[in-house]
């Protein structure tokens, strides 16, 4: 292979290559000039990455570590999309978590459900932190017992 050195101008920008011809010399590929000798091989741009990723990664990494904030984060997956649509864990006191539900039915339902939730909630997080579920009526700031 055979190299020649070419200079460009685009605009303001001056750029010099190295025309590197192979075999063939209708095959010829243009590469930025670099040391003598030492040729580097072409920058690899990766694609995008989905935004779902890089906010996940922040999310965990900005996460609190309270258990509040643990079962918060287990809760959608251990209640389910339907139950986390209608009820939210809002507080936490000694094991206790207060959770808040839209209505009067879904509380009495968890409350209900309660043994089984907290199970599900400790083998989420992996330890045995969750020991009662409070279930209220009302929305997050003004929670009114069920």
């Not at 930025?32 to 920058?43: F, H, Q």
């Not at 309660?114 to 003004?142: D, F, H, W, Y």
Request: aromatic share 2%.
């Amino acid at each position: 292979m055979t190299g020649s050195s070419t200079t460009t101008t685009r605009g303001s920008r001056r750029r010099e290559y190295v025309v590197i011809s192979s075999r063939s010399p209708s095959r010829r590929c243009r590469q930025p000039a670099c040391a003598p000798g030492k040729r580097e091989p072409p920058v690899r741009r990766r694609g995008p990455r989905p935004l779902g990723e890089a906010l996940g990664a922040l999310q965990a990494s900005l996460a609190p570590a309270t258990l509040l904030a643990e079962v918060q984060r287990v809760w959608p997956a251990v209640a389910g999309e339907a139950i986390a649509r209608e009820a939210e864990p809002v507080s936490e006191r000694s094991g206790t978590v207060t959770v808040a539900c839209r209505a009067a039915v879904w509380a009495q339902e968890l409350d209900l459900m309660a043994p089984m939730l907290i199970g599900k909630l400790n083998e989420a997080i992996g330890r045995e932190a969750v020991q009662k579920l409070r279930c209220v009526t009302g929305s997050r700031r003004g929670a009114r017992t069920a």
